[in-house]
């Protein structure tokens, strides 16, 4: 078996397996475009083209968020509790397909995730933007993606899946609000925008408009998002070690 | 290397480990265990929950990796995926992924074997035929556990390794397990499996590991090990009892007596034959976990 044929079994696997809950992927995918079609298409932001189309952004930069926090947290917490992922670990494949099977499950539902959205603003608001910039905001999308698929592993090595929901949710709406992700950061009050600047949410926020609209980001934002990325990355490392050791039975 | 020149050599020795030490934080799962494994054999690993049996399989299964010593699958490290394409390992009944058809599963699992037997067969072997299309969440207990049990065989393997297969299970999807893993077993397979049952073990193992506190306490034959953790419970109440001969643990709680024996007719003829008054007499086997503590505490006297 070449590692590539085992990678696409891996993957088509995971991805049937996921697609079998079609309220997780329904909703993960409908909420963005609908927060568009609520909350921007009726109050006259969707007319002005620059305003619209940061607002499909962040509601695209949304759906990527929290389909690698759901499908990294929840879904590796999930695996630690069944007996199955153990199981696949003892089949004559390296680790390799399985996390590159992973990965791209993740981010095939990040992609799920701002298509609705997209097609929303394309087609009720102002939101405009040449096919190249758009292939890079595809792009800037999975960079933005970058600290929340190991934050996510994180809380999924680190808690079983009853305490990770909550605590995904409990992380992930504050963190949506202060980095723009539902109004933009430029109507909050200035204490307010300057928390915002250090948030891994507002990182990915900015990686994406700057991608897209050529609008760069303070250098304060730029540097804590790389920070944001390291920290994540040691995180996740660190709790997928200690739970190699609490998980023996 | 073709599987075949592997399982046909008599003596040689599938699996193996040498002096293999393994600690979770402060927990010592595994402390010098020597294990062989020959090749067409069937061997029992036997120990209470927490024995290390997990541990070690783990081990010889590629999941984890010793903290010293050796580990050996057909001659090499088996946490390199090519030595593992000639074992199976059953996954536990409650890991199936529920979403997921029969038939998918089966597929997924046979993609990774160079030489996957056919799915109809594999099903047919364990009783399963007919539940392709159907989700594994909605089997019933015996049909996940038989489909996990099924899954060890999918790859054409010359070993499995069998945890706790029949937990679980009734009498007659027992007894069906059991043959499908004897007629593996006919066919020149080797088979490793644990269980904490004696009887279970007895059934099908020609050799048995005896596992305690991450140790390999004893091994052999079934019937000396039956000798050795077969110990029957002898509970009765008396104000006073005679020595008895072949008591290895004796329980006093008042004037309520539990007599751990290998001989509970002699025991119990013995008793008789003193003459003491006694009552409320009852004899059963004990439990392995209780042979265990008798044989640990043996040890340490």
């Given at each position: 078996m070449s590692a590539l044929a085992l990678t696409r079994t891996h993957f088509r696997f995971l991805l049937l397996e996921n697609l079998r809950v079609p309220i997780a992927v329904g909703s993960a995918a409908i909420f963005p475009a609908l927060s568009l079609l609520f909350f921007v298409v009726p109050f006259?932001?969707?007319?002005?083209v620059v305003a619209a189309t940061s607002a499909v952004i962040q509601l695209a930069v949304f759906g990527v968020l929290s389909s690698f926090l759901f499908t990294f947290g929840v879904g590796v917490a999930d695996d630690r509790e069944k007996a199955w992922d153990p199981y696949v670990r003892t089949l004559p494949a390296a680790a390799t397909p399985r996390i590159v099977g992973r990965l791209l499950t993740g981010f095939v539902f990040a992609l799920i995730a701002i298509v609705p959205v997209t097609i929303v603003g394309a087609a009720l608001t102002a939101a405009s933007v040449t096919p190249l910039r758009f292939l890079a905001g595809l792009v800037a999308m999975l960079v933005a993606g970058l600290p929340f698929l190991p934050g996510g592993l994180a809380v999924g090595y680190s808690m079983p899946v009853k305490a990770a929901l909550p605590v995904m949710q409990l992380i992930f709406f504050p963190l949506a609000f202060g980095g723009g992700l539902f109004l933009p950061p430029q109507l909050f009050p200035g204490w307010l925008q300057t928390i915002s600047e250090v948030l891994p949410s507002r990182g990915a926020r900015a990686v994406v408009i700057w991608a897209v609209q050529g609008i760069a980001p303070s250098l304060l934002t730029i540097v804590s998002f790389v920070l944001w990325v390291v920290a994540t990355a040691a995180l996740a490392g660190w709790a997928y070690r200690r739970d190699e050791g609490r998980r023996f039975r | 290397m073709s599987g075949a020149d592997i399982h046909v050599l008599p003596d040689r020795h599938v699996a193996r480990t040498r002096g293999v030490t393994r600690r979770f934080g402060s927990t010592i799962a595994l402390d010098g265990v020597d294990l062989d494994v020959a090749a067409g054999t069937i061997t029992g690993l036997l120990g209470?929950?927490?024995?290390g049996k997990s541990a070690l399989l783990s081990l010889l299964t590629g999941l984890r990796r010793p903290g010293s010593g050796v580990v050996e699958l057909f001659g090499g490290?088996?946490?390199?995926?090519?030595?593992?394409?000639?074992l199976g390992v059953t996954p536990q009944e409650?890991?199936?992924?529920?979403?997921?058809r029969v038939g998918e599963v089966l597929d997924f699992v046979s993609r990774h074997y160079p030489q996957p037997r056919p799915a109809g067969e594999v099903l047919e072997r364990f009783g399963?035929?007919?539940?392709?299309?159907?989700?594994?969440?909605?089997?019933s207990g015996g049909q996940k556990r038989r489909l996990a049990v099924a899954l060890a065989f999918v790859g054409d393997p010359a070993v499995v390794v069998l945890d706790e297969p029949t937990t679980g299970l009734d009498v007659e999807a027992r007894r069906a397990l059991w043959d499908g893993v004897r007629e593996f077993h006919h066919r020149g397979g080797t088979v490793l499996l644990t269980s904490h049952y004696l009887d279970e073990i007895e059934e099908l193992a020609q050799r048995v590991v005896v596992i305690g506190g991450g140790k390999v306490l004893t091994e052999g034959d079934t019937a000396s090990i039956r000798r050795v953790v077969g110990l029957s419970l002898v509970e009765l109440r008396a104000a006073v009892l005679p020595e008895l001969a072949g008591v290895v643990r004796d329980e006093v709680d008042g004037d309520r007596h539990r007599l751990h024996t290998p001989d509970a007719d002699r025991l119990v003829r013995d008793l008789v034959r003193s003459g003491v008054p006694f009552h409320d007499l009852q004899v059963r086997t004990a439990s392995l976990e209780e042979a265990f503590l008798t044989l640990t505490e043996g040890r340490a006297a």
């Open positions: 006259g932001f969707g007319d002005d | 209470p929950n927490g024995a490290g088996p946490t390199d995926p090519a030595r593992r394409r000639r409650t890991g199936l992924p529920d979403t997921l399963l035929s007919g539940l392709q299309r159907r989700q594994c969440g909605g089997l």
